[in-house]
Protein backbone atom coordinates (compact mmCIF):
# COMPACT_ATOMS: atom_id res chain seq x y z
CA UNK A 1 0.00 0.00 0.00
CA UNK A 2 0.95 3.33 -0.03
CA UNK A 3 2.39 5.90 2.36
CA UNK A 4 0.56 5.18 5.77
CA UNK A 5 -2.66 7.69 7.01
CA UNK A 6 -2.15 7.04 10.10
CA UNK A 7 -2.29 3.37 10.44
CA UNK A 8 -4.37 0.94 13.14
CA UNK A 9 -8.58 0.51 13.05
CA UNK A 10 -9.27 3.47 10.78
CA UNK A 11 -7.17 2.36 7.36
CA UNK A 12 -8.02 -1.07 8.19
CA UNK A 13 -11.90 0.03 7.52
CA UNK A 14 -11.23 2.33 5.11
CA UNK A 15 -9.28 -0.41 2.69
CA UNK A 16 -12.22 -2.74 2.73
CA UNK A 17 -14.63 -0.18 2.75
CA UNK A 18 -17.71 0.08 -0.36
CA UNK A 19 -16.38 3.42 -1.38
CA UNK A 20 -13.13 4.97 -2.96
CA UNK A 21 -10.59 6.90 -0.82
CA UNK A 22 -7.60 9.48 -2.47
CA UNK A 23 -5.49 11.50 0.12
CA UNK A 24 -3.60 14.66 -1.55
CA UNK A 25 -0.65 16.15 -0.07
CA UNK A 26 0.55 18.81 -1.59
CA UNK A 27 -1.36 17.65 -4.73
CA UNK A 28 0.58 14.91 -4.72
CA UNK A 29 -1.29 10.98 -4.17
CA UNK A 30 -0.45 10.29 -0.53
CA UNK A 31 -2.70 7.50 -0.51
CA UNK A 32 -5.88 5.15 -2.79
CA UNK A 33 -7.36 2.66 -0.94
CA UNK A 34 -8.25 -0.74 -3.08
CA UNK A 35 -12.02 -0.30 -3.88
CA UNK A 36 -10.82 2.96 -5.98
CA UNK A 37 -7.97 1.04 -7.26
CA UNK A 38 -10.11 -1.56 -8.74
CA UNK A 39 -13.04 0.74 -9.95
CA UNK A 40 -10.12 2.52 -11.60
CA UNK A 41 -8.21 -0.51 -13.00
CA UNK A 42 -5.06 0.61 -11.84
CA UNK A 43 -2.02 -0.70 -9.45
CA UNK A 44 -0.68 0.95 -6.66
CA UNK A 45 2.60 1.38 -8.19
CA UNK A 46 0.32 3.34 -11.10
CA UNK A 47 -0.19 6.25 -8.98
CA UNK A 48 1.88 6.25 -6.02
CA UNK A 49 3.46 9.54 -5.15
CA UNK A 50 2.11 10.80 -8.23
CA UNK A 51 1.96 14.45 -8.65
CA UNK A 52 -1.84 15.80 -9.56
CA UNK A 53 -1.87 17.94 -12.63
CA UNK A 54 -4.71 19.55 -14.89
CA UNK A 55 -3.73 17.47 -17.64
CA UNK A 56 -3.55 13.93 -15.34
CA UNK A 57 -6.38 11.80 -17.05
CA UNK A 58 -6.82 10.47 -13.17
CA UNK A 59 -7.16 14.08 -12.00
CA UNK A 60 -9.26 15.44 -14.78
CA UNK A 61 -11.61 12.23 -14.32
CA UNK A 62 -11.92 12.35 -10.49
CA UNK A 63 -11.86 15.94 -9.53
CA UNK A 64 -13.25 18.03 -11.85
CA UNK A 65 -16.99 17.73 -11.09
CA UNK A 66 -18.75 17.52 -7.76
CA UNK A 67 -21.41 16.45 -9.61
CA UNK A 68 -22.06 12.46 -10.14
CA UNK A 69 -19.73 11.38 -13.20
CA UNK A 70 -19.39 8.50 -15.13
CA UNK A 71 -16.35 6.29 -14.39
CA UNK A 72 -16.52 3.76 -17.07
CA UNK A 73 -18.48 1.19 -18.54
CA UNK A 74 -17.69 -2.38 -16.36
CA UNK A 75 -19.20 -5.40 -17.70
CA UNK A 76 -21.79 -3.51 -19.60
CA UNK A 77 -23.13 -1.67 -17.03
CA UNK A 78 -22.42 2.02 -16.10
CA UNK A 79 -20.82 3.31 -12.84
CA UNK A 80 -21.11 6.66 -11.42
CA UNK A 81 -19.23 8.04 -8.87
CA UNK A 82 -20.38 11.54 -6.65
CA UNK A 83 -16.92 13.22 -5.30
CA UNK A 84 -17.35 14.73 -1.39
CA UNK A 85 -13.72 16.47 -0.64
CA UNK A 86 -12.81 17.07 2.49
CA UNK A 87 -9.92 19.57 3.47
CA UNK A 88 -7.34 18.69 6.47
CA UNK A 89 -4.36 20.78 7.63
CA UNK A 90 -1.74 19.91 4.54
CA UNK A 91 -4.25 17.21 2.72
CA UNK A 92 -7.12 16.89 0.97
CA UNK A 93 -9.08 13.71 1.34
CA UNK A 94 -11.62 12.85 -1.26
CA UNK A 95 -14.53 10.43 -0.80
CA UNK A 96 -15.67 7.99 -4.13
CA UNK A 97 -19.12 6.78 -3.85
CA UNK A 98 -21.11 4.50 -6.30
CA UNK A 99 -24.57 6.25 -6.91
CA UNK A 100 -24.90 4.70 -10.25
CA UNK A 101 -28.49 3.28 -9.23
CA UNK A 102 -29.46 6.61 -8.28
CA UNK A 103 -28.67 7.44 -11.59
CA UNK A 104 -30.30 4.58 -13.31
CA UNK A 105 -33.56 5.59 -11.30
CA UNK A 106 -33.51 9.29 -11.93
CA UNK A 107 -33.06 8.62 -15.54
CA UNK A 108 -35.94 6.36 -15.71
CA UNK A 109 -38.46 8.87 -13.79
CA UNK A 110 -37.66 11.55 -16.41
CA UNK A 111 -38.34 8.85 -18.81
CA UNK A 112 -41.25 8.08 -17.57
CA UNK A 113 -41.97 11.78 -16.88
CA UNK A 114 -41.83 12.53 -20.76
CA UNK A 115 -44.14 9.64 -20.98
CA UNK A 116 -46.85 10.62 -18.93
CA UNK A 117 -46.48 13.82 -20.55
CA UNK A 118 -46.79 12.34 -24.27
CA UNK A 119 -50.12 10.42 -22.57
CA UNK A 120 -51.32 13.77 -21.40
CA UNK A 121 -55.03 12.51 -20.97
CA UNK A 122 -56.26 16.31 -21.00
CA UNK A 123 -56.10 18.87 -23.96
CA UNK A 124 -53.45 21.64 -22.75
CA UNK A 125 -55.42 24.09 -23.68
CA UNK A 126 -58.89 23.53 -22.36
CA UNK A 127 -58.25 20.79 -19.74
CA UNK A 128 -60.98 18.53 -22.11
CA UNK A 129 -59.71 14.90 -22.70
CA UNK A 130 -57.74 14.60 -25.50
CA UNK A 131 -58.70 12.63 -28.94
CA UNK A 132 -57.37 8.90 -27.59
CA UNK A 133 -59.09 9.26 -24.60
CA UNK A 134 -62.41 10.80 -25.65
CA UNK A 135 -62.32 8.07 -28.73
CA UNK A 136 -61.59 5.08 -26.27
CA UNK A 137 -64.73 6.10 -24.28
CA UNK A 138 -66.68 6.64 -27.60
CA UNK A 139 -65.36 2.89 -27.92
CA UNK A 140 -67.38 1.62 -24.47
CA UNK A 141 -70.55 3.45 -25.39
CA UNK A 142 -70.49 1.87 -29.07
CA UNK A 143 -69.89 -1.51 -27.51
CA UNK A 144 -72.63 -0.96 -24.61
CA UNK A 145 -75.20 0.00 -27.22
CA UNK A 146 -74.57 -2.98 -29.57
CA UNK A 147 -74.98 -4.76 -26.16
CA UNK A 148 -78.27 -3.70 -24.82
CA UNK A 149 -79.07 -1.46 -28.08
CA UNK A 150 -79.00 1.64 -25.60
CA UNK A 151 -79.48 5.05 -27.63
CA UNK A 152 -76.06 6.71 -28.07
CA UNK A 153 -75.56 10.34 -29.84
CA UNK A 154 -72.80 12.01 -30.81
CA UNK A 155 -72.13 15.88 -31.19
CA UNK A 156 -69.54 17.75 -32.86
CA UNK A 157 -69.30 21.70 -32.31
CA UNK A 158 -66.09 23.07 -34.67
CA UNK A 159 -65.44 26.88 -34.81
CA UNK A 160 -63.48 29.18 -37.04
CA UNK A 161 -61.02 31.61 -35.86
CA UNK A 162 -59.11 34.30 -37.97
CA UNK A 163 -55.98 32.98 -40.02
CA UNK A 164 -53.38 35.34 -37.70
CA UNK A 165 -54.89 35.07 -34.40
CA UNK A 166 -52.56 35.21 -31.76
CA UNK A 167 -51.69 32.58 -29.42
CA UNK A 168 -52.65 33.79 -26.43
CA UNK A 169 -56.25 35.28 -27.52
CA UNK A 170 -56.64 32.12 -29.43
CA UNK A 171 -56.26 30.08 -26.12
CA UNK A 172 -58.66 32.40 -23.57
CA UNK A 173 -61.14 32.40 -27.13
CA UNK A 174 -61.22 28.26 -26.81
CA UNK A 175 -61.08 28.35 -22.91
CA UNK A 176 -64.45 30.26 -22.87
CA UNK A 177 -66.19 27.87 -25.04
CA UNK A 178 -65.16 25.27 -22.86
CA UNK A 179 -66.22 26.26 -19.87
CA UNK A 180 -69.37 27.20 -21.97
CA UNK A 181 -69.54 23.81 -23.15
CA UNK A 182 -68.73 22.18 -19.77
CA UNK A 183 -71.87 24.37 -18.11
CA UNK A 184 -73.89 22.69 -20.80
CA UNK A 185 -73.51 19.22 -19.98
CA UNK A 186 -75.55 17.05 -18.67
CA UNK A 187 -74.30 14.82 -15.32
CA UNK A 188 -73.82 11.83 -18.19
CA UNK A 189 -72.50 14.15 -21.22
CA UNK A 190 -68.62 13.00 -21.86
CA UNK A 191 -66.79 16.30 -23.70
CA UNK A 192 -63.86 16.07 -25.38
CA UNK A 193 -61.34 17.63 -28.34
CA UNK A 194 -61.25 16.32 -31.56
CA UNK A 195 -58.43 18.90 -32.87
CA UNK A 196 -57.40 22.32 -31.90
CA UNK A 197 -60.44 23.97 -32.97
CA UNK A 198 -63.18 21.23 -32.52
CA UNK A 199 -65.03 19.84 -29.65
CA UNK A 200 -67.40 16.50 -29.49
CA UNK A 201 -69.83 15.63 -26.75
CA UNK A 202 -70.21 11.94 -26.37
CA UNK A 203 -74.36 11.59 -25.11
CA UNK A 204 -75.28 8.47 -23.83
CA UNK A 205 -79.08 7.51 -23.70
CA UNK A 206 -79.93 10.03 -26.09
CA UNK A 207 -81.45 9.46 -29.49
CA UNK A 208 -81.35 11.52 -32.46
CA UNK A 209 -84.89 13.27 -31.76
CA UNK A 210 -83.88 14.45 -28.12
CA UNK A 211 -79.95 15.01 -29.59
CA UNK A 212 -81.91 17.51 -31.92
CA UNK A 213 -83.23 19.59 -29.03
CA UNK A 214 -79.88 20.43 -27.84
CA UNK A 215 -78.75 22.52 -30.68
CA UNK A 216 -80.69 25.62 -29.96
CA UNK A 217 -78.61 25.88 -26.72
CA UNK A 218 -76.07 27.34 -29.63
CA UNK A 219 -78.22 30.26 -30.75
CA UNK A 220 -79.19 30.88 -26.91
CA UNK A 221 -77.21 33.97 -25.48
CA UNK A 222 -74.67 32.27 -23.44
CA UNK A 223 -72.97 30.95 -27.02
CA UNK A 224 -73.77 33.68 -28.95
CA UNK A 225 -72.06 36.51 -26.54
CA UNK A 226 -68.79 34.41 -26.74
CA UNK A 227 -68.74 36.02 -30.56
CA UNK A 228 -69.10 39.48 -29.46
CA UNK A 229 -65.65 39.91 -27.54
CA UNK A 230 -63.10 41.92 -27.86
CA UNK A 231 -59.79 40.11 -27.28
CA UNK A 232 -60.46 37.56 -29.63
CA UNK A 233 -63.29 35.69 -30.93
CA UNK A 234 -64.02 32.94 -33.31
CA UNK A 235 -65.86 33.90 -36.82
CA UNK A 236 -68.45 31.03 -37.06
CA UNK A 237 -68.82 27.61 -35.78
CA UNK A 238 -70.80 24.47 -37.49
CA UNK A 239 -72.25 21.77 -35.57
CA UNK A 240 -72.80 17.93 -36.50
CA UNK A 241 -75.09 15.35 -34.92
CA UNK A 242 -75.34 11.88 -35.62
CA UNK A 243 -77.05 8.97 -33.92
CA UNK A 244 -75.92 5.26 -33.32
CA UNK A 245 -77.58 2.73 -35.06
CA UNK A 246 -77.01 -1.12 -35.60
CA UNK A 247 -73.40 -1.96 -37.32
CA UNK A 248 -71.96 1.45 -36.80
CA UNK A 249 -68.41 1.79 -35.07
CA UNK A 250 -66.29 4.36 -33.62
CA UNK A 251 -64.79 5.08 -36.78
CA UNK A 252 -68.12 5.46 -38.88
CA UNK A 253 -69.76 7.54 -36.09
CA UNK A 254 -67.40 9.75 -36.71
CA UNK A 255 -67.60 10.10 -40.14
CA UNK A 256 -71.36 10.36 -40.19
CA UNK A 257 -70.86 13.46 -37.62
CA UNK A 258 -69.41 15.37 -40.80
CA UNK A 259 -72.02 14.10 -43.05
CA UNK A 260 -75.61 14.01 -41.18
CA UNK A 261 -76.77 17.76 -39.89
CA UNK A 262 -73.46 20.21 -40.11
CA UNK A 263 -75.46 23.36 -39.15
CA UNK A 264 -73.18 26.13 -39.82
CA UNK A 265 -73.55 30.14 -38.82
CA UNK A 266 -71.35 33.03 -39.18
CA UNK A 267 -71.98 35.00 -36.58
Known sequence: MLESMSGGWGQEALEVADFGVLVLEDRRTQWINPY??????????????????????????????DNPFLLSVKKDNEVWLRRKHIKTTGRDIYFFYDCSDLVVIGNECRRLQHDL??????????????????????????????????????????????????EPLFARCIKRIAFFLKDQLRWADQIGMLDKHTFIVILPETNYLSAITLLKKFNGEPHLSLFSKDDGRPLSFSVGLTEWSKGNTTKTMLQNIRQDIDLTMTV
Do not use: C, W
Open 36 to 65: LLSLLQLNESDVAGSVVSESDRLATLLLGS
Open 117 to 166: TDLNPKDPITGMMNYEVIVELLDGHISRSRRYDNPLSLLRISYTFPAQME
